[in-house]
């Protein structure tokens, strides 16, 4: 359903599908499509965000953009953002109360801070929360990558070649009875003859 409105044009969208299509990111999945479908809609809580997030429509989809949005507004290390995405990942509420300090206002001669680069407080506060809104789900765009390959082989071999891929779905699941079940019900629906078993017909 939800590819069908994203009506994806690009691999990256497919990414991103995949690192959304989870309970708590599902929220901003029509965010993402309207985004896509209609540029105008895209908004910044800063304009320093839009190098970051333009490539998924304003949304923060991957723990990549959480740990680049830290170095690149606050002045972050690598080492101490893999730090913050963790903490973030984690739920590990004293460490974010700290770094939400740190993020805003700095570490005195290791991290400049939002403040110091021109961000005002409140907007570097609002994107703080919604880093940490997204950072109890977040996903990591390799792993979604790796997904979305499987993903698309899959659909692609299914549309194409969809009564060899039936019969090597149901062949993987012979044991589970419930899932051939489904499995026979989907061929019937795609048009597909299913043979009983024969020990010379298959």
Not at 31 to 59: H, M
Not at 95 to 116: D, H, Q
């Amino acid at each position: 359903k939800y590819l069908r409105e994203l009506q994806p044009s690009t691999f990256e969208d497919l990414i991103a599908m995949n690192a959304l299509y989870r309970p708590g990111p599902m929220d901003f999945i029509p965010k993402y499509v309207k985004g896509k479908n209609s540029g105008e809609t895209i908004q910044y809580t800063s304009p320093a965000l839009e190098p970051i997030l333009k490539n998924t429509y304003g949304c923060i989809v991957y723990q990549e953009q959480v740990m680049q949005i830290v170095r690149d507004l606050a002045g972050y290390s690598l080492g101490r953002s893999d730090l913050v995405r963790r903490a973030m990942s984690k739920k590990k509420a004293k460490v974010m109360a700290e770094e939400r300090k740190n993020f805003v206002y700095g570490i005195e001669g290791e991290v400049p801070g939002c403040l110091a680069n021109g961000i005002p407080e409140k907007t570097a506060e609002k994107i703080f929360d919604e880093m940490t809104d997204f950072a109890k789900y977040a996903f990591n765009k390799s792993h979604a990558a790796c997904y979305a390959v499987v993903a698309y082989q899959t659909a692609w071999l299914k549309c194409y070649y969809p009564v060899e891929f039936m019969a090597a779905l149901m062949t993987s699941v012979m044991d589970n009875t419930s899932k051939i079940s489904g499995y026979i019900e989907d061929c019937r629906q795609m048009g597909i003859t299913l043979l009983p078993p024969d020990i010379n017909e298959g």
